[in-house]
């Protein structure tokens, strides 16, 4: 490739996907641009994704997540996402019961999906394997965030079960317990994702210091 040649996002974009969808893992080189593919690729800004998580707190459908992409131009497809899955790059869906009667189920993603698939195609960029990723970041954020999932839940149900005892002295025993407990598991929860953060700047330097010497 002609070394001041610099390729289309959509391209760049297209050659992920094709890479993944081969099943190839290996590092994805998307070519020579000076600077870097990395400094080509098209994001979806923080602030959107910051939106986007707090507005779809219950989850959100493969359907939404495709169409996030394609407003900002970013090619990602319905495909991708399943091999994504696959490989144990981003969670499964869950089924939910739709609101009215007969109204069926729908699959949910937890809304930083999004996130997590933007730093996928970041990190590819930056030629990270399949395998590096998964060990590495994504495979372990995505449990903590299905940890952090499945507390929530938790303490909801237990919220809810302790609603009407309220007024008893156990009851606000209770209630003081769970205020607690669920201070803990959130301080849990900011703890391991900043040993997760950590672990991950180090792979970064780990990687720079390689490639330096190589």
Do not use: N
Request: charge should be negative; include cysteine; glycine fraction near 8%.
């Amino acid at each position: 490739m002609d070394g001041h040649a610099r390729p289309e996002t959509i391209i760049e974009s297209y050659i992920i996907d094709c890479i993944l969808l081969s099943g190839i893992h290996s590092r994805a080189s998307l070519g020579d641009a000076p600077g870097g593919a990395e400094a080509t690729l098209q994001r979806i800004p923080d602030d959107v994704l910051d939106r986007l998580e707090r507005e779809h707190e219950q989850g959100i459908t493969s359907a939404e997540i495709l169409d996030i992409f394609a407003e900002h131009g970013i090619k990602f497809s319905e495909a991708t996402l399943r091999k994504y899955v696959q490989l144990g790059l981003l969670p499964r869906s869950v089924r939910v019961g739709r609101k009215g009667k007969h109204q069926g189920s729908q699959g949910l993603y937890p809304a930083s999906v999004v996130r997590q698939i933007q730093r996928i195609k970041e990190m590819m960029a930056q030629d990270y394997t399949i395998e590096e990723i998964q060990r590495e970041f994504l495979f372990v954020r995505g449990d903590i965030e299905e940890l952090e999932r499945t507390i929530s839940k938790v303490f909801d149900a237990l919220r809810d079960a302790a609603k009407d005892r309220k007024s008893e002295t156990s009851g606000r025993a209770i209630q003081s317990d769970l205020v607690a407990a669920e201070s803990l598991a959130k301080e849990l929860v900011a703890k391991l994702s900043m040993i997760e953060e950590r672990l991950m700047a180090q792979a970064r330097l780990s990687r720079r210091v390689a490639a330096g010497g190589s």
